[in-house]
């Protein structure tokens, strides 16, 4: 099986955009800055430690190796991205609390040493890949007794308000394409020498925002507000934001995967 996103934002633009508004990227990034947070308690309730070293691929600003440090003391890690930018955001925040961290610009797609990392962590970062599953089915194929992977990312039930308002007024959706939830249970279907326990959990978390422009807004000021190439006209927005906001102002939901596979 290969799962391939409809998805035509290429790698280059996305390394632009993300680079584009890194030095703001943690004033806005509130609601990634919470599913980090619920990722590593949930990873909590299942496994004690990540073995050592680890590597956190697509880290953005470093917010949830911060948190990885924190929570389980990790003592070597590796931070990975496409964008530049955000690899030195990330690399003035870690310094600052461990001396044994190394830092990489580099396409996850491309990159061939995963099997030099015992645990492989990411957050938030797979939607973004053109082919999700064959790159978790890549780490997959390097992991060894004791590894783990642990991840999340957005997917495709993310803004069913957005979507649902588009659906029933005929406006083109235009937000990036998502993963489908299940895509990543393939993996069970693979001729593996190694036995593995997968643990799945969907979370969702909604958001008001004052204005539906202030949502859109608060996706671009962190380099996400590249969308799926549809085209939206200004009659067709201002239509979308007469459905979308109310008194309360413009209630969104964000819903992310989070999965934790151990290796025996």
Not at 174 to 200: C, I, K, Q, V, Y
Not at 238 to 246: A, G, I, P
Request: glycine letters at 6%; proline letters at 4%.
């Amino acid at each position: 099986m290969i799962y391939t996103q409809n998805n035509p934002t290429s790698y280059k633009r996305i390394a632009h955009s993300f680079s584009k508004y890194a030095n703001g990227y943690d004033a806005w990034a509130s609601v990634q800055k919470t599913f980090n947070e619920k990722l590593l308690d949930w990873a909590k309730l299942h496994i004690k430690a990540l073995p050592s070293p680890l590597m956190d691929w697509g880290c953005g600003t470093g917010d949830l190796s911060e948190k990885l440090i924190r929570d389980f003391k990790t003592e070597a890690v590796t931070l990975s991205d496409i964008s530049a930018e955000m690899v030195e955001v990330a690399r003035s925040k870690i310094s600052k609390i461990t001396q044994n961290a190394e830092f990489k610009v580099c396409d996850a797609m491309a990159y061939d040493e995963w099997d030099n990392f015992r645990t492989v962590c990411s957050g938030l970062a797979l939607q973004w890949v053109t082919e999700p599953y064959l790159l978790l089915k890549k780490i997959h194929q390097t992991r060894k007794p004791g590894d783990v992977i642990l991840m999340s990312w957005f997917n495709e039930d993310c803004f069913p308000e957005w979507k649902n308002a588009c659906i029933r007024n005929g406006i083109p959706f235009t937000g990036h394409s998502m993963p489908n939830p299940d895509f990543f249970h393939a993996l069970a279907l693979e001729e593996d020498a190694l036995s593995f326990d997968l643990r799945h959990e969907s979370f969702k978390i909604p958001v008001t925002y004052p204005t539906v422009r202030g949502f859109f807004k608060s996706m671009k000021n962190i380099g996400a507000g590249l969308g799926n190439g549809n085209q939206m006209s200004f009659s067709e927005y201002r239509k979308l934001e007469s459905e979308l906001q109310n008194e309360q102002g413009c209630q969104i939901t964000w819903v992310a995967d989070f999965v934790l596979i151990t290796y025996s």
